[in-house]
């Protein structure tokens, strides 16, 4: 910025600018051979100028349509209807009557989802270079599907024209954000998969600092906010019984960044500075980054020195508390959602982080508290004593065998 | 089959509520463009505009219901994405407070005229590098204060006249009519200033 611009006063228009400005505004600004108003129109005219990038719309579109959507079905599932308006959810009703949406459907449109998200994200270098091809490609996907006559057409208005919910829409999102994603890939994939796991392993060395300073001004202790849970611990923005609320002291108390507990993967995850007051995240949704369940009365930073290099305190969001909080079956094994169910950073009591393409860490599931793993131990081995001695109990006893 | 008038926006939220479902996408299609470029405009942060352009339609289809079609789709579309623009950037807080605090003087009562036939605007057709007007643009934007530079895009992309925002926000007639005023005023200068600039940094 120039010196003199720092020390200028309050600009203000010319009486000929102003009076030009108010017919513009009024709509009675014709004139534009007059100099006055055609300057003024093209300086207005400036806050138009395109921006870097822009040009890769048609990803852009897709990715923000199939939220809208995705999100509708999503508040839908969770019994909150009151978003919807009617046409939309009998719309919605029919679809999922119809095709059985199913929630590992939302999963892969998730992950479709983040690889388009790609095409829209990466430097406007390669942007450029990708886009004619993105926009051939949705292109040829559309005109091929515009050219089937609509199947399963789930509504018929008796205006026609374009008033109809097909299943080809929802195929045709599908289908060009698996080509996008696949035309994408080859050139973007291992940047940009490079470039979120570096920045979310460098998040988890941040919070290893925080977490240290945190304690050494808190005897020792890992961040805790909540004196005790009344409830679910899941229960994400409820910071009276929350887990989450337990980390979110970091924040909070100006240890990190919001930033630095958003994982790049995560495009819900909440950043910036938290405002006055906050004590949580509001939803599982924004949440990046699961922390170790406090237990009551916290824990200590220096518990016996061989095992804190084995207690994870951190690590990418966990699979099975978000399937459990959802309703859904959970997988104890599953990969973290936030790099692709690839793996997962883990960040230990001792500070170090690293890369574990397995949630069972040295014999541990981290997703799980141990009593439950014991479980499922003692049920798959149980599955493991089929001998094949066994006998059907009765007539109408289902068993098959080789 | 051709159709040479293009049906409106609210024709087409409305196809929209009547759960025609490709109508949506003709609407985030048709504001790709200018809403991508406002809030870019208005936080300043490519990603972040990115973020909140998605946030924007993920708004507009949740409350669809609460939408009355007889007012326009435009400025309520606008009004939406600005207010996630002005909540982005608070969250951001103190962050930006050295850039915001940087701009057009102060408030000292004295005041110096903008005469636009002394500012140097490009002409849509002159033959401007695209990259480069685009850092110009937000750079002189950059320097406005916030509530000047919403004002300014509001207006720009909202399309609404002084009367249709003293109504939109409740406030006198001649208060919209000052704050432009000031607002225009601010980036003619801020505009002049950014391409004064710019010989020098390629000497």
């Known amino acids: 910025m120039s010196e003199l611009d720092n020390h200028n006063p309050t600009p203000r228009l010319s009486e000929a600018d102003a009076a030009a400005l108010d017919r513009l505004m009024d709509g009675r600004s014709d004139d534009r051979a007059e100099e006055r108003s055609r300057r003024l129109a093209d300086l207005l005219g400036l806050l138009g100028t395109a921006v870097a990038g822009e040009s890769d ?111 080809s829409d929802l195929i045709s999102i599908a289908a060009m954000l698996l080509i996008v994603a696949s035309v994408a890939l080859p050139a ?86 938290p405002e006055a007051g906050m004590m949580d995240w509001s939803s ?20 016996a020195v061989p095992t804190t290099t084995r207690v994870v305190v951190m690590a990418d969001r966990s699979p099975v508390t978000l399937r459990a909080s959802r309703g859904e079956v959970i997988y104890p094994e599953e990969n973290s959602p936030n790099h692709a169910s690839r793996g997962q950073h883990v960040l230990r009591l001792d500070g170090s982080a690293s890369w574990a393409t397995s949630p069972v860490i040295e014999g541990d599931n981290i997703w799980l508290p141990r009593h439950i793993e014991e479980m499922l131990h003692e049920v798959r081995s149980r599955l493991g004593l089929i001998t094949g001695t066994e006998m059907p109990a009765s007539e109408t006893d289902a068993f098959v065998g080789p | ?45 490519r990603t972040a505009a990115e973020d909140l352009f998605q946030e924007t339609f993920l708004q507009i289809h949740q409350s669809a219901h609460t939408f009355d079609t007889s007012r326009r789709f435009r400025p309520w579309l606008f009004t939406i994405a600005a207010n996630k623009g002005r909540d982005y950037l ?87 009519k000052s704050r432009m005023h000031a607002a225009v005023a601010a980036f003619a200068r801020s505009w002049q200033a950014v391409t004064r600039e710019k010989p020098e940094r390629a000497d």
């Open chain 1, 57 to 167: 719309r048609a990803a852009r579109v897709s990715v923000t349509d199939i939220r809208a959507r995705r999100e509708a079905v999503r508040a839908a599932e969770a019994g909150d209807q009151s978003i919807l308006c009617d046409a939309d959810a009998a719309a919605l009703d029919q679809w999922m009557g119809e095709t059985g949406l199913q929630d590992a459907e939302l999963a892969r449109l998730d992950r479709q989802e983040s690889l388009a998200t790609l095409a829209i994200r990466g430097p406007a270098a390669e942007a450029r270079s990708r886009e004619a091809l993105i926009e051939q490609t949705l292109a040829a996907i559309a005109s091929a599907e515009s050219g089937r006559e609509g199947r399963m057409r789930m509504d018929d208005y008796p205006e026609a024209g374009g008033s109809r919910f097909r299943m």
């Open chain 1, 188 to 273: 973007m994939q291992g940047v940009s998969r490079y470039r979120e796991q570096a920045a979310c392993l460098s998040n988890m060395q941040v919070a290893a600092r925080a977490f240290g300073l945190y304690a050494g001004s808190n005897a020792d202790m890992l961040p805790m906010a909540a004196a005790g849970f009344g409830g679910s611990w899941m229960d994400v923005g409820q910071p009276g019984r929350s887990n989450s609320a337990n980390l979110f002291t970091l924040p909070r108390e100006g240890y990190t960044r919001l930033d630095d507990l958003a994982c790049p993967t995560n495009p819900y995850a909440l950043r910036g500075n």
């Open chain 1, 284 to 303: 599982m949704k924004e949440l990046s980054y699961s922390y170790r369940v406090m237990p009551d009365g916290g824990l200590r930073m220096t518990i």
């Open chain 2, 1 to 45: 089959m051709s159709d040479p008038v293009q049906p409106s926006d609210e024709a087409v939220f409305e196809r929209f509520l009547d759960g025609d479902a490709a109508a949506y996408r003709t609407l985030i299609e048709r504001y790709h463009d200018d809403l991508l470029r406002f809030l870019t405009r208005l936080v300043g942060d």
């Open chain 2, 90 to 176: 608070r969250k951001r807080g103190r962050q930006r407070t050295v850039e915001l605090s940087a701009p057009i003087g102060g408030s000292d009562g004295s005041a110096s005229f903008v005469d636009l036939l002394e500012v140097d605007v490009p002409s849509p057709d002159a033959a401007m590098d695209a990259t480069e007007q685009d850092r110009m643009v937000q750079s002189a934007l950059s320097r406005l204060q916030p509530a000047l530079r919403e004002v300014l895009l509001l207006a720009y992309f909202q399309r609404l006249s002084y009367q249709q925002i003293a109504d939109d926000l409740g406030i006198p007639l001649g208060t919209v």
